[in-house]
């Protein structure tokens, strides 16, 4: 097992790399002189000249990689050229919504597909199973931020039961706050859970016909206990393959959901950067969510490990 | 030794081919959603019921009648002509993203599969890199760069798309260089190049053709989402998700606005995928269970 965390270790460590450097090259060197974008074609060339050497424009490019990339590890990520605040300051203001928001869909989704999808499977080609694999394949089809603005509709301003919009604030209260996110994480989590259904469904489907399922049938276990013990662990596997797939898409979601909530996130701040043309913060914000995916992915290599020993073990020995 | 890919050029296993999806409620389904998608998209070339880029305040918020078959909006535009033109962008930004995945994942997949080693890591880690930048990310990128417009969606779209299609022809091209009738081939001293333009891509075209109706399904969500957020289309041009950002505004007065262009993507997306699944159902179960159940998003 350990073997097999530090090969994807290493692996995560190149791939982080690859981006950041990829990131750069398509941030800093691609648009010529980001000082000229940043200020428009109609800029004084002292004006220019002074925002070039306020970014450190004028050094050699390796040295400004240096200088981008051990900022950020240390959580320097810049100051942002239109709040005149430090970017990691915007940052983690914003990720104290956006966080939240994508792990409560990450959950609700979780909660709503595992025990449908295990249902499905064990109802096989009877009504609960068929009405689900047609609900599932509506589900996929919904766009999110249509979805979202139909809950508006009818929970915010049908029954008034939630907002439509806009965020308290933690320090509001933790209800007030979960309350704001409610509509959205269940916008996010629908197609999720959809996808993640028929995932199970079908994992589910499989374990079921492996003749240790059987066996412990033989062993005198009913098929609940059958399932806990042994069925969900190994139908798990690729459910999770997914969901760290998945996540990325969550993440991409969250973006665009909180601009049909009026979330001050990071997707409102990446957007309102773009408008302003702050490439330092949509730089930085880009970095974060592609280290962010990267990142689930290989927690998501490492869980595989612990939940099925085999695949370590064979990719050790190879 | 005939070789045993299932689109031969015998027009007896078209028409075969062709009988058994007329038995697949999925696909007889699917395929008439699509159709309809696509033939609107089409006309809206030559014929729309009314003007849809003009502007008519007089007939703001009309419901639906005769004259305006789906109503209008609150400038006056007819909303069944702006669906018109709006499947004629969703639809040919998704189609030009998913080819542009087509035609370079493909060959890298099948180049990867064909030489192994230290290429087809390569090439397979660098679309695992390309998982990291979801079509989101890659349009707020080139919007930060070159400004909005439906070419950062189609190339946003596009690049994600590459990996997925490398990945699926690598896979089942991998399993195709161990069979005998290439060895066949190879042993009549024939190129990889040439075996694999001759013997492994028409005996993977189906699965390519499946995961291509999967893509363009997810491609027409993903246009959406970014026209919804104004980093696709740009207006005066309408597409579905700009209509739908539109409609926001008008959510309590008119929430038909928000209505019909949502349930447009809907049966879009709902028609492609019973159609993949159709497809998918009538492909050898060898082939089927390479294939990704739930797809892979690009937004």
């Known amino acids: ?196 259904v028929r995932i199970m469904r079908s994992s589910m489907l499989e374990v079921l016909h492996e003749d240790y399922m059987r066996t412990a049938r033989a062993k005198g276990l009913n098929l609940r206990q059958t399932l806990a013990r042994h069925g969900l662990r190994n139908a798990l596997i690729p459910v999770i393959t997914i969901m760290g797939l998945q996540f990325s898409f969550l993440l991409a979601g969250t973006v665009i959901i909180e601009n049909v909530f009026s979330l001050p996130g990071l997707g409102r701040l990446v957007f309102q950067a773009i408008n302003q043309r702050d490439l330092i913060t949509v730089k930085a914000v880009i970095m974060l969510l592609v280290a962010t995916v990267i990142l689930v992915n290989f927690l998501v290599d490492i869980t595989y490990g612990l939940i099925d020993p085999r695949l370590h073990r064979r990719q050790g020995s190879q | 030794m005939t070789k045993p890919h299932l689109f031969s050029t015998d027009a007896h296993k078209y028409r075969s081919f062709l009988a058994k999806g007329l038995h697949s409620p999925s696909f007889v389904i699917g395929g008439a959603i699509t159709l309809f998608f696509v033939v609107l998209a089409l006309v809206s070339f030559v014929w729309t019921p009314h003007d849809a880029l003009s502007v008519n305040i007089a007939e703001r918020l009309k419901p639906i009648s005769t004259t305006y078959w789906l109503g209008t909006d609150h400038y006056g535009h007819d909303l069944f002509s702006m669906i018109m033109l709006g499947a004629r962008n969703s639809i040919a930004v998704a189609l030009v993203a998913v080819g542009i995945g087509a035609c370079l994942g493909v060959p890298l997949g099948c180049w990867a599969a064909a030489k192994g080693g230290w290429l087809d890591e390569a090439i397979m880690r660098t679309g695992d890199f390309i998982f990291a930048f979801p079509a989101i990310i890659s349009a707020i990128m080139i919007t930060a760069l070159a400004g909005p417009g439906a070419i950062n969606a189609i190339v946003a779209i596009g690049i994600f798309n590459i990996p997925v299609f490398a990945r699926l022809a690598r896979g089942a091209a991998l399993s195709l260089w161990t069979r005998e009738f290439i060895l066949a081939a190879r042993l009549s001293g024939k190129g990889s190049v040439r075996i694999t333009i001759e013997h492994i891509l028409p005996n993977i075209a189906n699965l390519l053709i499946v995961q291509g109706t999967i893509q363009f399904s997810l491609g027409i969500l993903a246009e959406a989402g970014l026209s919804y957020v104004g980093l696709g289309t740009q207006p005066p041009m309408p597409s579905w998700g700009q209509m739908l950002s539109e409609a926001q505004t008008w959510l309590m007065m008119a929430p038909q606005l928000a209505i019909i262009p949502g349930m447009a993507i809907i049966l879009t997306v709902l028609g492609l995928n019973l159609l993949g699944d159709g497809l998918r159902d009538m492909l050898d179960p060898k082939i089927r269970s390479s294939l990704d159940i739930g797809g892979s998003k690009a937004s």
């Open chain 1, 1 to 196: 097992m350990i073997i097999y965390s530090l090969r994807r270790l290493a692996s995560l460590c190149v791939t982080l790399v690859a981006a950041s450097l990829f990131i750069f090259a398509v941030m800093e060197i691609l648009p010529g002189d980001p000082a000229q974008l940043i200020l428009g074609i109609n800029a004084q060339e002292d004006t220019l000249a002074a925002l070039r050497e306020q970014l450190g424009l004028n050094l050699p490019l390796a040295s400004r990689y240096w200088l981008w990339i051990s900022g950020m590890l240390q959580g320097d990520f810049g100051i942002s050229y239109t709040y005149s605040v430090p970017v990691t300051e915007l940052i983690s203001e914003r990720l104290t919504i956006s966080l939240p928001l994508a792990l409560m869909a990450l959950a609700l989704s979780t909660l709503i597909a595992l025990p449908l999808g295990i249902l499905a499977a064990s109802n096989h080609g009877r009504w609960p199973d068929v009405s689900l694999i047609g609900a599932t394949q509506i589900g996929i089809a919904i766009p999110n931020f249509w979805f979202a603005m139909l809950l508006v509709l009818v929970f915010a301003v049908t029954l008034h039961w939630l907002p439509s919009g806009g965020f308290p604030g933690w320090e509001a209260g933790l209800w007030p706050a979960i309350k704001a996110l409610l509509l959205p994480a269940i916008a996010l989590a629908l197609p999720q859970a959809s996808i993640l």
